[in-house]
T-cell receptor, first 114, second 116 residues
Framework: EPEVTQTPSHQVTQMGQEVILRCVPI?????FYWYRQILGQKVEFLVS????????KSEIFDDQFSVERPDGSNFTLKIRSTKLEDSAMYFC????????????FGPGTRLTVL | AQKVTQAQTEISVVEKEDVTLDCVYE???????LFWYKQPPSGELVFLIR??????QNEISGRYSWNFQKSTSSFNFTITASQVVDSAVYFC?????????????FGKGTKLSVKP
């Protein structure tokens, strides 16, 4: 069964460093998303991406964040200068046709900023 | 504004008990979609069910059932004869049709512990 994959599973970084989180969505899906979950809290939407551009972003997704689909398979989230409060689990998700479709989530990348 | 409320933070039951997880939502859209996801201790998010706002039929899948009531803006989830493997955090989520990309708004989740 096709699945969303994410690498790395755990990333530890120093405050102020750049990190890139990687995702491979399900191959025939067209809509891609990033969400984050601070430990013990709810899952929060960051950004959606369709047709090679950002469709919508939340208030959390400020200038320190960017997303890219550098090739036909990868979907990346970059945080330029990490802060302590960026420590969270980051989930990538994809769906076939957006809207009403269920989103399939990857296993997540746990980001720890020291 | 759109919002999903899961008032039950934690629920603890003994195996074989039935348990209902509550979800109340707010939206101004007439067309919207509701979801339940399960997050087991391993951390991944597992899709359970999707319901659109025009379909108020209740659904049953094995030991799981969902009760959607537009009149009370609720989409409750019942597990019958709970098992230890049901222990997880369960999230209710809302997607509004006007956001064609389907960004999910999650509730805070209900942590279910099923004890043997």
């Amino acid at each position: 069964e096709p699945e969303v994959t994410q690498t790395p599973s755990h990333q530890v970084t120093q405050m102020g460093q750049e990190v890139i989180l990687r995702c491979v969505p399900i191959s025939n899906h067209l809509y891609f998303y990033w969400y984050r979950q601070i430990l013990g809290q709810k899952v929060e939407f960051l950004v959606s991406f369709y047709n090679n551009e950002i469709s919508e972003k939340s208030e959390i997704f400020d200038d320190q964040f960017s997303v890219e689909r550098p090739d036909g398979s990868n979907f990346t989230l970059k945080i330029r200068s990490t802060k302590l409060e960026d420590s969270a689990m980051y989930f990538c998700a994809s769906s076939e046709s957006g809207g009403e479709d269920e989103q399939f989530f990857g296993p997540g990348t746990r980001l720890t900023v020291l | 504004a759109q919002k999903v409320t899961q008032a039950q933070t934690e629920i603890s039951v003994v195996e074989k008990e039935d348990v209902t997880l509550d979800c109340v939502y707010e939206t101004r859209d007439t067309t919207y979609y509701l979801f339940w996801y399960k997050q087991p201790p391993s951390g991944e998010l597992v899709f359970l069910i999707r319901r659109n706002s025009f379909d108020e039929q209740n659904e049953i899948s094995g030991r799981y059932s969902w009760n959607f009531q537009k009149s009370t803006s609720s989409f409750n989830f019942t597990i019958t004869a709970s098992q230890v493997v049901d222990s997880a955090v369960y999230f209710c989520a809302l997607s509004e049709a006007r956001r064609s990309q389907g960004n999910l708004i999650f509730g805070k989740g209900t942590k279910l512990s099923v004890k043997p």
